[in-house]
């Protein structure tokens, strides 16, 4: 077993020169951007899960994990929203706020702006974004031990983590539905652009 050395006066945790370190992360693609920071939460999550291996020590993992994929969940949504927003004729704004379904409520409601928007998937969506909004409604149960009137926060007795990962890959993929509708609705808008471009110019020499 190895020994933790105490701290040093010349410790930083971001120290001004990389050093020897070999395992190094960069973070010049992630400023800024909705779709990566989301994409790390969950993927922060995967890998703590392929390491679980369900002994009792590693309980504790309970919340975190929780946290991780909710938080994940979360973060799509908004960048959903704000992907959406360019195709809505009704106002949106990103909301300032945590709850899920509410969120998903937004992401769901404008759907219709997408060529493509009936998909049986959208409403399994729905019901396991309800779940985990049930499990977590504000945000602040997987965090925190106790809420902010100083009550025990509820968790589930336990957690089948496997089953949770395969779950939330079957979300990322009916989120993947929807980015690929936003995908194909700008290329369809750009297309019709250009063909109206086209015509406007055609009828202008006539």
């Not at 009916?174 to 055609?202: N, P, Q, W």
């Amino acid at each position: 077993m190895f020994e933790i050395e105490d701290l040093t006066p010349t410790d930083r945790i971001i120290p001004k020169e990389r050093g020897s370190d070999e395992k190094v992360l960069f973070s010049n693609f992630l400023v800024g951007n909705w779709s990566f920071f989301a994409d790390g939460y969950k993927l922060a999550a995967d890998m703590l899960v392929d390491q679980v291996e369900g002994n009792p020590p590693e309980d504790c993992l309970i919340a975190p994990i929780l946290f991780l994929y909710r938080h994940w969940v979360e973060l799509k949504l908004k960048e959903l929203i704000l992907s959406l927003k360019v195709f809505s004729v009704a106002e949106i704004t990103r909301p300032n706020h945590h709850h899920l379904y509410d969120l998903w409520s937004i992401v769901n409601s404008n759907l219709h702006c997408l060529r493509d928007s009936s998909n049986q998937d959208f409403i399994l969506l729905d019901a396991r974004i309800k779940e985990l909004d049930g499990l977590d409604p504000d945000g602040n149960r997987f965090p925190y031990p106790v809420n902010t009137q100083s009550e025990i926060t509820e968790l589930p007795e336990s957690l089948g983590i496997n089953n949770l990962k395969e779950t939330m890959d079957k979300i990322s993929n009916g989120f993947g539905l929807i980015d690929g509708g936003i995908d194909d609705e700008t290329e369809g808008r750009a297309v019709d652009a250009e063909g109206e471009a086209e015509m406007r110019s055609y009828l202008s020499w006539e």
